[in-house]
């Protein structure tokens, strides 16, 4: 390799990791999102189609699922409680990363699978993670892999909290599965155009 190679593979390497750490520019058009982060370092339209040929949940509905929870945020988290309105306190949920998972049900993720090098920030990680989720609610509830509305709300109240019906009192459960499932529409419409 070349001295003008070496000092290069730093700078691509910097470059490719920022590329992965921001938003994507256009998180309303699931083509603009592939395109966007298509490089030789992260692919996203192969990893959600790899997640969707691995537990038979449709592209468009594992991107909806992203899109509600985190709108596309690597580290997303949710706000902090304030103590009298000006030292930062703990915060709301543990929720981490694209997918919003919590400690606990990545842990059991993680342990269920072996997958513990596995990360919360990792898109390839995140979306595989919702295709098994959304997969075991499939199995468990008897939602259908394609319903983005019901597997979000099973999503978010865990397997166990949609069986018992919590969501129905979560005026934001219900916001993010009428969320998930537009998008969910909209995305697949568009998957169609840019195949």
């Known amino acids: ?17 920022s590329g992965c750490a921001s938003i994507p520019r256009n998180t309303a058009n699931t083509c603009a999102i592939f395109a966007e982060r298509s490089g030789f370092v992260t692919n996203w339209r192969r990893d959600a189609e790899r997640a969707s040929a ?14 509600a929870e985190s709108n596309f945020e690597a580290r997303a988290r949710p706000p902090r409680r ?10 709301i949920s543990t929720a981490y990363g694209y997918a919003q998972v919590l400690d606990g049900t990545w842990e059991d993720y993680q342990r269920k699978t072996g997958r513990y090098s596995d ?25 259908s892999k394609s319903d983005a509305y019901r597997l979000y ?18 005026p934001e459960a219900l916001r993010g599965a009428k969320r998930a499932q537009t998008m969910a529409s909209r995305y697949a419409a568009q998957l169609q155009r840019c195949r």
């Open 1 to 17: 390799m070349s001295d003008h190679a070496k000092r290069l593979l730093p700078l691509l390497a910097v470059l490719a990791l």
């Open 54 to 67: 691995e537990f038979g949940v449709p592209v468009s509905v594992l991107m909806a699922t992203i899109q």
């Open 153 to 170: 709300l099973a999503y978010h109240s865990g397997h166990a909290g949609y069986g018992r019906g919590v969501w129905r009192d979560r």
């Open 82 to 91: 304030w103590i009298l309105g000006f030292i930062p306190g703990p915060r």
């Open 119 to 143: 990360r919360r920030y990792d898109f390839a990680d995140a979306i595989r993670f919702i295709g098994w989720y959304h997969a075991n609610s499939a199995r468990i509830l008897g939602i």
